[in-house]
């Protein structure tokens, strides 16, 4: 995984990155979604800047929660194995904190042609 998040930053052209990939299952998730981002639901993954400036940079600080039981359902879902979904959701939490964004049919297509690039 830290080599498909590396890819990911440099190909975003990050110069540093501190990031913490945290594991949580889906209550955990959901708490997290309904305490900071005001959405009572689960969720794949969910990322942080702990920045203080919200400018896109070449400097990312950040978090990167991941449901593992999202991600194995996911995984069964997609026909793949559970490694490679948890791997696809820390490069698409590392294009989040890139300052990506997944808010239409558009941008979500343009991340998971991103994500592939980043993780093969």
Same mark, same amino acid.
């Given at each position: 995984?830290?080599?498909?998040? /590396?890819?990911?930053?440099?190909? !975003?052209?990050? #110069?540093?990155?501190?990031?913490?990939? /945290?594991?949580?299952?889906?209550?955990?998730?959901?708490?997290?979604? #309904?305490?900071?981002?005001?959405?009572?639901?689960?969720?794949?993954?969910?990322?942080?800047?702990?920045?203080?400036? %919200? !400018?896109?940079?070449? /400097?990312? @600080?950040?978090?990167?929660?991941?449901? +593992?039981? +999202?991600?194995?359902?996911?995984?069964? %879902?997609?026909?793949?194995?559970? +490694? @490679?979904?948890?791997?696809?959701?820390?490069?698409?939490?590392?294009?989040?904190?890139?300052?990506?964004? @997944? @808010?239409?049919?558009?941008?979500?297509?343009?991340?998971?042609?991103? %994500?592939?690039?980043?993780?093969?």
């Amino acid at each position: 995984m830290e080599e498909a998040l /590396i890819r990911t930053f440099e190909g !975003e052209s990050i #110069k540093q990155a501190d990031v913490n990939v /945290i594991y949580v299952d889906d209550v955990k998730i959901q708490e997290i979604n #309904k305490e900071y981002l005001n959405h009572d639901r689960t969720t794949d993954v969910i990322t942080f800047s702990l920045k203080d400036n %919200e !400018e896109k940079d070449s /400097i990312i @600080d950040g978090e990167i929660y991941i449901s +593992t039981d +999202t991600a194995r359902k996911q995984a069964a %879902e997609y026909k793949v194995s559970f +490694t @490679d979904e948890i791997l696809r959701l820390a490069v698409h939490g590392g294009l989040h904190l890139c300052g990506s964004e @997944d @808010d239409n049919d558009k941008k979500r297509a343009f991340m998971h042609e991103l %994500e592939t690039k980043y993780i093969r």
